[in-house]
């Protein structure tokens, strides 16, 4: 049916892939570039498929970018890299007539902040040119937003508060690790959170904020409030909610760790002179860690993310849960990645398949909660994501609250 261009070749990449594999009549050739030629090519090696093709490139240079759309020709871009690189791999995509794909809003190297102001000014230039973007579709973002339009769809009037819950109860045998790009990860992490409320954006100090919550198939973990940037699109899109959060786990271990560093200013993102050398803390801390895309070897035990929300069907109040849980060791088994790049992996590649079929496509550029959300979720499981559904039981964010 047609070509799409991968960027990036983390465990991400390696997970849409090991997808896209499996609908070669919609995916009938593939292009995964990178700044690291090496990594490419190793993912196609595991994949051995001949429609598959590996180039180099530098995803913050428009021109290179620009070269390398308009040799391969893809109906997609599938920004599977950094988001940092977001408005240099849009702006490509405008000056070829390409549509776009990504899975977390831009976030400047300057600033620790995840806001999708800067996409979204995107919207009438891609729709002038006739393409369309797509923002945020992994799973949060990108699968939460779906819930959350599916649950808008079938089971709500309205919708008044919403909680984003995601729990990683797996252990990868390390001593600190992070499950996705470290720099990323940490800045997320080390940043005031933010959660909306009656109109209002309210700052807290990072990690103030906690409840012991209780995930399916896993039990109770201590949950931290954060901002994640699907509150930003969700609030916009459902002008009902009175409150929306975002929780997410953290062992004691990490955050020790994590108080550590951050006391010995190795979190800073401004640069230092170290022996006549100019570096950023933070990279340096990003370069000894464990990469993310190796830990799936060892990883053991379940993730859990899911969208818990309470409002109004038919002038009666409403509670509703739909959540997915997935396998660290079946997802390295399927891919060989852990379950957190899996999850963002899977949904990527269903929201490609979306395009492709034209079921997604409109000029413009949207966050996922603005599709149709029912042929997503009956596509999600055929590629390895199962979801589950709740109506009107006592929500696990309510009972920690009254804890």
Same mark, same amino acid.
């Given at each position: 049916?047609?070509?799409?261009?991968?960027?990036?070749?983390?465990?991400?990449?390696?997970a849409?892939?090991?997808q896209l594999?499996?609908?070669?009549?919609?995916?009938?050739?593939?292009?995964?570039?990178?700044r690291?030629?090496?990594?490419?090519?190793?993912?196609?090696?595991?994949?051995?498929?001949?429609?598959?093709?590996?180039?180099?490139?530098?995803?913050?240079?428009?021109?290179?970018?620009?070269?390398?759309?308009?040799?391969?020709?893809?109906?997609?871009?599938?920004?599977?890299?950094?988001?940092?690189?977001?408005?240099?791999?849009?702006?490509?995509?405008?000056?070829?007539?390409?549509?776009?794909?990504?899975?977390?809003?831009?976030?400047?190297?300057?600033?620790?902040?995840l806001y999708?102001?800067e996409?979204?000014?995107?919207?009438?230039?891609?729709?002038?040119?006739?393409?369309?973007?797509?923002?945020?579709?992994?799973f949060?973002p990108?699968?939460?937003?779906?819930?959350?339009?599916?649950?808008?769809?079938?089971?709500?009037?309205?919708?008044?508060?919403?909680?984003?819950?995601d729990?990683?109860?797996?252990?990868?045998?390390?001593?600190?690790?992070?499950?996705?790009?470290?720099?990323?990860?940490? *800045?997320? /992490?080390?940043? #005031?959170? @933010?959660?909306?409320? =009656?109109?209002?954006?309210?700052?807290?100090?990072? $990690? &103030?904020?906690? *409840?012991? /919550?209780?995930? #399916?198939? @896993?039990?109770e973990? =201590?949950?931290?409030?954060?901002?994640?940037?699907? $509150? &930003?699109?969700?609030?916009?899109?459902?002008?009902?909610?009175?409150?929306?959060?975002?929780?997410?786990?953290?062992?004691e271990?990490? $955050?020790?760790?994590?108080?550590v560093?951050?006391?010995?200013?190795?979190?800073?993102?401004?640069?230092?002179?170290?022996?006549?050398?100019?570096?950023?803390?933070?990279?340096?801390i990003?370069a000894?860690?464990?990469?993310?895309?190796?830990?799936?070897?060892?990883?053991?035990?379940?993730?859990?993310?899911?969208?818990?929300?309470?409002?109004?069907?038919?002038?009666?109040?409403?509670?509703?849960y739909?959540?997915?849980?997935?396998?660290?060791?079946?997802?390295?088994?399927?891919?060989?990645?852990?379950?957190?790049?899996y999850?963002?992996?899977?949904?990527?590649?269903?929201?490609?398949?979306?395009?492709m079929?034209?079921?997604?496509r409109?000029?413009?550029?949207?966050n996922?909660?603005?599709?149709?959300?029912?042929?997503?979720?009956?596509?999600?499981?055929?590629?390895?994501?199962?979801?589950?559904e709740?109506?009107?039981?006592?929500?696990?964010?309510d009972?920690?609250?009254?804890?």
């Open positions: 049916m047609g070509k799409v261009m991968i960027i990036g070749a983390g465990g991400v990449a390696t849409t892939a090991h594999v499996k609908v070669p009549e919609v995916f009938e050739e593939v292009l995964i570039a990178s690291t030629k090496e990594k490419c090519d190793n993912i196609v090696k595991k994949i051995n498929k001949g429609n598959f093709h590996t180039a180099q490139i530098d995803a913050m240079q428009v021109d290179e970018l620009v070269s390398l759309i308009r040799d391969f020709k893809p109906d997609m871009v599938m920004n599977l890299a950094l988001p940092y690189q977001n408005l240099a791999i849009m702006e490509a995509c405008l000056k070829t007539g390409v549509s776009y794909l990504d899975t977390a809003s831009y976030e400047s190297p300057d600033n620790p902040h999708y102001i996409q979204w000014s995107y919207f009438d230039k891609f729709k002038e040119a006739g393409i369309t973007g797509i923002l945020g579709c992994g949060d990108g699968v939460t937003g779906v819930f959350t339009a599916y649950a808008a769809k079938h089971y709500f009037d309205e919708i008044h508060y919403l909680d984003i819950v729990c990683n109860a797996g252990d990868h045998g390390k001593y600190f690790a992070t499950n996705f790009n470290a720099e990323i990860n940490i *800045r997320e /992490i080390s940043s #005031p959170g @933010i959660y909306y409320k =009656e109109g209002k954006w309210i700052e807290t100090k990072p $990690l &103030e904020i906690h *409840r012991t /919550i209780a995930y #399916p198939e @896993i039990g973990r =201590e949950s931290y409030l954060l901002f994640h940037e699907e $509150l &930003e699109s969700l609030v916009k899109h459902y002008p009902t909610i009175k409150q929306a959060r975002f929780w997410m786990t953290f062992s271990r990490y $955050l020790t760790v994590l108080e560093l951050q006391g010995l200013g190795l979190t800073s993102i401004k640069p230092i002179n170290y022996q006549g050398m100019e570096i950023v803390p933070l990279q340096f990003k000894i860690l464990p990469d993310p895309a190796a830990l799936g070897e060892n990883y053991k035990g379940k993730v859990s993310i899911g969208v818990q929300l309470k409002g109004i069907y038919q002038g009666k109040e409403r509670s509703y739909i959540w997915s849980n997935l396998d660290h060791e079946k997802a390295y088994k399927e891919t060989g990645t852990q379950a957190v790049a999850s963002t992996g899977v949904p990527a590649m269903v929201g490609a398949l979306m395009y079929k034209d079921i997604w409109k000029p413009g550029v949207y996922v909660e603005q599709f149709d959300p029912d042929p997503f979720l009956e596509a999600m499981p055929k590629y390895g994501i199962d979801w589950q709740a109506i009107d039981i006592p929500l696990p964010i009972k920690a609250e009254q804890q």
